[in-house]
């Protein structure tokens, strides 16, 4: 998993939001190993991240109904997870 969270980051770096959008949103919806790993550690750092991620794809993918909502799902997840470790994220 760490593995996959360093090959996305390198990803997001070769499509910038600004050349790629939709490509690069769905890169940030597709970080679910931020997520999945960030529930097996007792620190909420990559949970936040995927937070991050989720809401950023989000917004770049608000025209794409699909996808959008598959992000929308992806955010809710992360937030119960990081719910269940009492840590506020505003």
């Known amino acids: 998993m760490r593995q ?10 070769y499509l910038p939001r600004d050349r790629a959008p939709q ?3 769905t890169i940030q919806n597709n970080r679910l190993a931020l997520q ?11 949970l936040e991240e ?3 991620a989720f809401g950023c794809a ?3 993918l608000a025209s794409v109904l699909l996808e959008w909502a598959e992000t929308q799902n992806n955010l809710g997840i992360t937030l119960q ?3 269940r ?3 506020k994220h505003s």
């Open 4 to 13: 996959a969270i360093t090959l996305y980051r390198q990803a997001l770096a």
């Open 81 to 83: 997870n990081i719910g």
């Open 58 to 60: 989000r917004g770049a």
């Open 50 to 52: 995927a937070i991050d």
């Open 36 to 46: 999945t790993l960030g529930e097996r550690e007792a620190n909420t750092t990559r």
């Open 85 to 87: 470790t009492g840590s």
């Open 23 to 25: 490509e690069w949103a």
